[in-house]
């Protein structure tokens, strides 16, 4: 079945790590995103990808790094250079032409100890 | 700037038809979704608009007015399962991502 997949869905790490989040989707989509949702706040967009070997930041990149070397896979680097990383991570991809929903991953609830 | 505004938290009963609110101020508009999204889980599709008027699917409906920058999803014949938050998104002037409001907690009771 096609869909996009995050994992792990629960991470810890200490204060002061650099933690990875990994998303892979097999559904030809070329427009690849991450958001960051925290309660009360909604979606917030941290970077987002149209094609391989480009990636453009969002409203919140500090902190975080990305990379796109496969059409398939857009990790998400949690630096600690940000201030409150413990949140829950969406990961979503989107065809990229024409008025295409977005497809959301289930998501990584990271917490920071 | 981009601003997206939907009512913190409504409620409902079984049974009811229920008007969730959407106002947006973008730089650009090139379509609204909106999304449900249960506790804890990815958000799902539910509609999409880009041209004024309604799109009905189902007990859920969808209207946009583009002048007015406001939409509303409207749900009929509400279901316990219904209770999620709804999520209004717009897709932005480049329309290459999609800005979120901070949702509406729907709870519907028996």
């Known amino acids: 079945d096609g869909g996009i997949t995050q994992s792990p869905k629960y991470l810890f790490r200490k204060e002061g790590q650099n933690v990875t989040l990994s998303c892979e989707q097999n559904?030809?989509?070329?427009?690849m995103y991450w958001y960051r949702q925290d309660p009360g706040q909604g979606l917030r967009l941290i970077y987002y990808?149209?094609?391989?070997?480009?990636?453009q930041k969002g409203d919140i990149a500090e902190g975080y790094s990305v990379s796109r070397e496969k059409k398939e896979s857009f990790p998400l680097t949690v630096t600690s250079a940000q201030k409150n990383p413990t949140a829950f991570y969406l990961c979503?991809?989107?065809?990229?032409?024409?008025?295409?929903?977005?497809?959301f991953g289930q998501g990584t609830r990271l917490t920071v100890v | 700037g981009q601003n997206i505004d939907q009512p913190t938290e409504m409620t409902a009963t079984e049974g009811a038809i229920v008007q969730i609110n959407c106002t947006y101020q973008?730089?650009?508009?090139?379509?609204l979704f909106w999304y449900q999204q249960h506790a804890g889980e990815a958000p799902t599709f539910l509609s999409y608009?880009?041209?004024?008027g309604l799109e009905e699917k189902g007990r859920f409906s969808s209207f946009l007015s583009r002048s007015k920058g406001y939409s509303y999803l409207l749900l009929k014949e509400l279901q316990m399962k219904d209770s999620a938050s709804y999520l209004c998104?717009?897709?932005?002037?480049?329309?290459?991502?999609?800005?979120f409001g901070k949702g509406t907690t729907l709870s519907v009771s028996s």
């Open positions: 559904l030809n989509h070329d427009a």
């Open positions: 990808s149209q094609i391989v070997n480009d990636f």
């Open positions: 973008t730089s650009g508009f090139n379509g």
């Open positions: 608009n880009v041209l004024d």
């Open positions: 979503a991809s989107r065809r990229g032409q024409g008025e295409t929903e977005a497809f």
């Open positions: 998104a717009v897709k932005d002037q480049a329309g290459t991502a999609l800005i």
